[in-house]
């Protein structure tokens, strides 16, 4: 149980584009949601947190307009990143939690390249 | 503010060989949660174990255990016998216990464990 779906897993795309990434909680009901950046050997940054149905929480530095978070449902929040730049290439790694469980579970990631 | 210390950035042993991953945190919580994470080369990150702060004792599942010691702030994870196949990044995080805010993770900056054959 408690498995958490990413998708895509890799994504290419042009600069000035927007891409959405989606996760899922396939087997629970995420009550928040969280997503991480990681650059290469690096550890795991949190962008923000997001509970269903409200606004998404953003850590400081992350720019809310550039990364769009909605957590429309209890088992689905997506990511969408608008008019990326090479920059923004990075691995994006999803976690979700439901009420009474101390630990997140993650998706697989997805890694973003802008060219 | 949370904190947790992984100083060991890279380990490199041969197999069977016993290997400890070293974390320190710091925390003003009087209740958190320890985890560790082994995020192996295909990305996920694989949940491994939690810790309470409030149970100090120490847990052994198959060739790993994890040492917790509330006096140095430590929670140390021992892989007995390594193999191959557990050559990852192994992340330390802590969270808060009180709910809102605190559900979030602070990571370490991770281990990289290799072992070869």
């Known amino acids: 149980g408690a498995v958490v779906s990413q998708h895509p897993s890799w994504v290419i795309c042009k600069s000035g584009t927007s891409v959405k990434i989606e996760c899922r909680s396939l087997d629970f009901q995420a009550t928040t949601m969280f997503w991480y950046r990681q650059f290469p050997k690096q550890s795991l940054m949190l962008m923000a947190t997001s509970n269903e149905g409200s606004k998404a929480t953003y850590e400081q530095g992350v720019e809310k307009d550039k990364f769009l978070i909605n957590h429309a449902s209890l088992t689905l929040s997506t990511l969408t990143v608008t008019s990326a730049h090479p920059e923004d290439s990075s691995f994006y790694i999803c976690?979700?939690?439901?009420?009474?469980?101390?630990?997140?579970?993650f998706g697989q990631g997805t890694r973003l390249t802008v060219v | 503010a949370q904190k947790v210390t992984q100083a060991q950035t890279e380990i490199s042993v041969v197999e069977k060989e016993d290997v400890t991953l070293d974390c320190v945190y710091e925390t003003r919580d009087t209740t958190y949660y320890l985890f560790w994470y082994k995020q192996p080369p295909s990305g996920e990150l694989v949940f491994l174990i939690r810790?309470?702060?409030?149970?100090?004792q120490n847990e052994i599942s198959g060739r790993y255990s994890w040492n917790f010691q509330k006096s140095t702030s430590s929670f140390n994870f021992t892989i007995t016998a390594s193999q191959v196949v557990d050559s990852a990044v192994y992340f330390c995080a802590l969270r808060g216990g009180s709910g809102g805010s605190n559900y979030k993770l602070t990571f370490g900056k991770g281990t990289l464990l290799t072992v070869n054959p």
């Open positions: 976690s979700a939690r439901y009420e009474g469980k101390a630990e997140a579970f």
């Open positions: 810790r309470n702060s409030f149970d100090e």
